[in-house]
């Protein structure tokens, strides 16, 4: 005969068991929470108190913020030095979707003074832009003394969304690239400090980060249905960009390539080159705002890269 307090206990034990497994799944499938960018950094010298909890976080990203609260400190002694000489300044941000350019964008203006600094990301055009000069509408958002614009992107969507997507024609597409270099040489000649960043994110990184968006209803608002074919059209996307490296990368407007599959290191690096490109006041010494090479890739070493790797796409980087 079978003793009804064992299976009594054995029941419990299973009950038990199965509780902790459940909680177990339930623990695992909670989000993870992210502390907003900087916090780390703000309270690492704040003693403990029965007011706070310890939260344990990676030492790169601690890193990661002692050396972007560094750098936006310069940023703002930029601005300050822009609106003290009335100086232009000009940037344009290109990539692929996802590439990481609205969060270096944002980083860049954080601290600034809204006053002298405009982020502008035009639409599409309207039914009356659509009958106007194509640089119509990009050119009446330029610089003027002592501002600072950043266009995320720019009139270079006709170099590589609007062939790629069938908005333009070919020709559109060959007149463009022509004319382009002589816009930017004038620009140039005029005064404005023009750079031109292309972010290249990998295709399985692109991939993750398509994928995080659907999940998370703070970024869906990011895709778009351009957005859902940018894996399919990848390598019509491969040779858009060739074209346009090929034809609008010149001395006096060269494109900076920012390799992006690690954003911290992107944003870092791109501001870094920004400030050491430019000079003002009280600007840190060369060495702490050297870039690193294997993110900072210029132009020309971009194209000879392409050239070299056409044939074989797997090795191209996005």
């Given at each position: 005969m079978t003793d009804s307090k064992s299976e009594n206990t054995v029941e419990n034990h299973n009950v038990q068991t199965t509780d902790a497994k459940a909680n177990d799944k339930k623990h695992k499938s909670k989000k993870k929470i992210k502390l907003a960018e900087g916090i780390a950094y703000r309270h690492i010298h704040k003693h403990p108190s029965k007011n706070r909890v310890p939260v344990y976080i990676k030492k790169e990203h601690l890193e990661y913020e002692k050396e972007?609260?560094?750098l936006q400190i310069e940023l703002m002694k930029l601005q300050n030095q822009v609106i003290a000489d009335g100086s232009r300044i000009l940037m344009l941000?290109?990539?692929r979707d996802a590439a990481g350019k609205g969060g270096t964008i944002k980083r860049i203006t954080a601290h600034m003074?809204?006053?002298?600094?405009r982020v502008v990301a035009l639409t599409k055009p309207n039914d009356r832009e659509t009958t106007q000069w194509y640089f119509q509408r990009y050119l009446k958002h330029l610089?003027?003394?002592?501002?600072i614009v950043i266009f995320d992107r720019s009139w270079y969507n006709r170099a590589m969304v609007e062939p790629v997507m069938g908005?333009?024609?070919d020709e559109q597409h060959k007149r463009f690239l022509k004319s382009v270099p002589a816009l930017e040489e004038m620009l140039v000649k005029d005064g404005i400090k023009l750079f031109k960043f292309y972010f290249s994110v990998s295709k399985k990184e692109q991939r993750r980060r398509?994928?995080?968006?659907e999940k998370d209803p703070l970024k869906q608002y990011k895709l778009s249905p351009v957005d859902k074919l940018a894996?399919?059209?990848w390598h019509k996307y491969s040779i858009a960009k060739f074209q346009m490296l090929n034809e609008t990368n010149r001395s006096l407007s060269p494109w900076t390539i920012i390799r992006s599959d690690n954003k911290k290191k992107a944003r870092i690096n791109c501001i870094k080159h920004i400030l050491g490109c430019l000079d003002y006041e009280g600007k840190l010494p060369v060495e702490e705002l050297q870039t690193d090479p294997d993110y900072v890739v210029s132009g020309i070493d971009e194209i000879n890269h392409m050239e070299e790797n056409l044939m074989y796409p797997k090795r191209l980087h996005g």
């Open positions: 972007l609260h560094k941000f290109e990539g003074n809204a006053r002298g600094v610089p003027s003394a002592g501002e908005f333009c024609t398509f994928e995080a968006r894996q399919e059209y």
